[in-house]
């Protein structure tokens, strides 16, 4: 798999050329590969072939040039040729929730599987690395079946991606899922990652159904430990206990462990939101009540009216012609998503009640906020906090953790509402800094 051994061919289908196909097809590239990109968007596709990355993830741009010109890595919407040149396929689609249902929409999916089977003249392994419903891959068989008699191999290996953090986990994941009902699939995959394995990611073998679950359950479960360390941040601040001496006493527990364990706002993302609601409606087509999770969707759903409710605290309920600034606005930092931020309710919100909003975020203006009256993207981050009544730090951009809020706002009478607890309470008591967090006491 290293540019001296031999290549093993591949093909990433992904509609939009999206976040884990592109990552995943780079990253396979840069282990010796040769990959195909498949998008049917020719405009995406040029402009990757010019060196233009559509999305914002640390590291990922540099590799695409690599791999490129070591010719490793082709984008294409030739289909027909790269899954002719291919022995794997992977299919990275989208998969969202249906608005009424919140069921999985598979219509990417078994679109691109009909694509696949109407250009394949040979034995091929398909894997899925979108996040599918279990039974995903038993569907994908029968449309198969139904259209060619050529033999397929049907495979879930899910991808566990953290954006911001994508290269780095797919070369140092903690484990490779891959499910499979046939037990030679396995020596297929094991040999793909083989270097990754080399390195120390535990290879995890299991069902197909086994697999397609793994996904959504690891998803939930990080999603609920947010959601209940969130919960106790509302008790703390009523109680006036500091929640970061919660999480760091729960986290020294070997059992729990500390990460996700921090407070601050509702998540969001590609993957928590759909996820949750996805394990849901496939516990309902199993007759299963997933009460659990149910709970931490609805949890998650009123934390951001808890977050509006504080701001009309701390302003008094006096938002007319008040000078707002956002201090990052995308739902985490290292990604340009803005995908269930918080920051698309509060902004909103806020502006219907009369606030001046300015935000500024590091990956630029956001077109979801075009259209809100009285909301304006500024480049700088200086000029943007200067006349501020009150700065939402919303996301931890490293570079909003070290800020001298006394020489940055003119007003002497700026507050500071921090979602992520990026100060320490005691230094903004010695510079007399009107300042609100969350689950910690107040500095007023």
Known sequence: HYPLRRQRQMCIRDRGTGYVGLVSGTCFADLGNKVYCVDKNIDKINKLNSGVCPIYEPGLEELIHKNRKAGRLIFTNN?????????????????????????????????????????????????????????????????????????????????????????????????IVVGSNNQKVFKTLKTLYQPLINKGAKFFKSSRRGAELIKYASNAFLATKITFINELANLCEKANIDVEDISLGMGSDVRIGSRFLRAGPAYGGSCFPKDTKG?????????????????????????????????????????????????????????????????????????????????????????????????????????????????????????????????????KKFKIYDLRNLYNLNDMLSKKISYYSVGRPSIK
């Open 279 to 411: 394990l849901v409606s496939t516990g309902k087509k199993f007759n299963v009540d997933l009460s659990v999770v149910k709970s931490v969707i609805k949890s998650n759903q009123n934390r951001v009216k808890l977050h509006t409710k504080r701001i009309s605290s701390i302003l008094t309920n006096k938002f007319k012609n008040k000078k707002i600034v956002f201090l990052g606005v995308t739902f985490k930092p290292n990604t340009d998503d803005m995908r269930d931020s918080t920051s698309l309710s509060m902004i909103p919100f806020l502006s219907k009640k009369g606030a001046k909003i300015t935000y500024y975020d590091p990956t630029g203006k956001k077109e979801e906020f075009n259209k809100i009256k009285n909301c304006f993207f500024n480049s700088n981050l200086n000029t943007a906090c200067k006349n501020a009544d009150l700065i939402i730090l919303h996301t931890e951009w490293d570079e909003f953790k070290t800020l001298n809020f006394n020489n940055l706002v003119k007003s």
């Open 79 to 175: 289909l027909s040729l790269a899954i002719k040149n291919s022995s794997i396929i992977f299919i990275c689609v989208g998969t969202p929730n249906n608005k009424k249902t919140n069921s999985v929409n598979l219509n990417y999916v078994f679109s691109a599987v009909k694509d696949i089977a109407k250009k394949s003249n040979s034995r091929k392994t398909i894997v899925t690395k979108s996040t599918v419903p279990v039974g995903t891959g038993d569907e994908i068989e029968k449309i198969i079946k139904k259209m060619k008699k050529v033999k397929f191999d049907i495979v879930s290996n899910p991808e566990f991606l953290r954006e911001g953090e994508a290269i780095r986990d797919f070369r140092y994941p903690d484990r």
